[in-house]
């Protein structure tokens, strides 16, 4: 049995979960609103103050389903009252981030500064020159753009120049050393 799946996801006080056909599930909640068609093999009920998701049957893909549903209404949950937000690190000499409305503009050491504009119900907030956070309520979106900007210029393992999340660790090689 998923221990995932089988646990309850508590609804916290103004939140609301509807359940409608084909498992098109709509959570409201003070920060917004979510929508996310779940597999329709899944059985999903709200019960009380709780949401509970059942499987039909033990075969793989429906054991594999069970979890993955569970944690996608659990994140749409935390979404709508938390929030969810991705830190990102700028380093490099000369590498700045900076924001005027909508428009990211990150300068990394290309001919050209690079301008990224925030998706829908996104947004990237700068910290000092060298510290974005990306905030949402689609942990997906988030994750998403968080990966979109750390594309533009990817930590290198040399001198670790780049743009990295927080709490990522960069394996770091040693340059190479002058003949003997």
């Known amino acids: 049995m998923s221990r995932i799946g089988r646990m309850p996801i508590a609804i916290p006080?103004?939140?609301?979960?509807?359940?409608?056909?084909?498992?098109?599930?709509?959570?409201?909640?003070?920060?917004?609103?979510?929508?996310?068609?779940?597999?329709?093999?899944?059985?999903?009920?709200?019960?009380?103050?709780?949401?509970?998701?059942?499987?039909?049957?033990?075969?793989?893909?429906?054991?594999?389903?069970?979890?993955?549903?569970?944690?996608?209404?659990?994140?749409?949950?935390?979404?709508?009252?938390?929030?969810?937000?991705?830190?990102?690190?700028?380093?490099?000499?000369?590498?700045?981030?900076?924001?005027?409305?909508?428009?990211?503009?990150?300068?990394?050491?290309?001919?050209?500064?690079v301008e990224m504009e925030d998706p829908e119900g996104l947004e990237a907030v700068v910290e000092g020159q060298n510290v974005i956070i990306v905030k949402g309520i689609d942990k997906e979106k988030v994750g998403q753009y968080a990966a979109e900007i750390r594309d533009k210029r990817r930590p290198e393992p040399y001198k670790g120049k780049g743009i990295k999340y927080a709490d990522e660790t960069i394996r770091r090689k040693v340059g190479k050393t002058g003949k003997k």
């Open 13 to 113: 006080a103004g939140v609301t979960v509807e359940v409608a056909e084909n498992n098109k599930v709509t959570v409201k909640g003070p920060k917004g609103t979510l929508e996310r068609v779940l597999p329709t093999e899944m059985e999903i009920k709200v019960e009380g103050a709780e949401v509970v998701v059942s499987r039909p049957n033990d075969l793989k893909k429906m054991k594999s389903l069970h979890g993955l549903t569970r944690t996608l209404i659990h994140n749409m949950v935390v979404g709508v009252t938390e929030g969810f937000e991705k830190k990102l690190e700028v380093n490099g000499v000369g590498y700045r981030a900076a924001k005027s409305g909508k428009k990211l503009t990150l300068s990394l050491g290309y001919s050209h500064p």
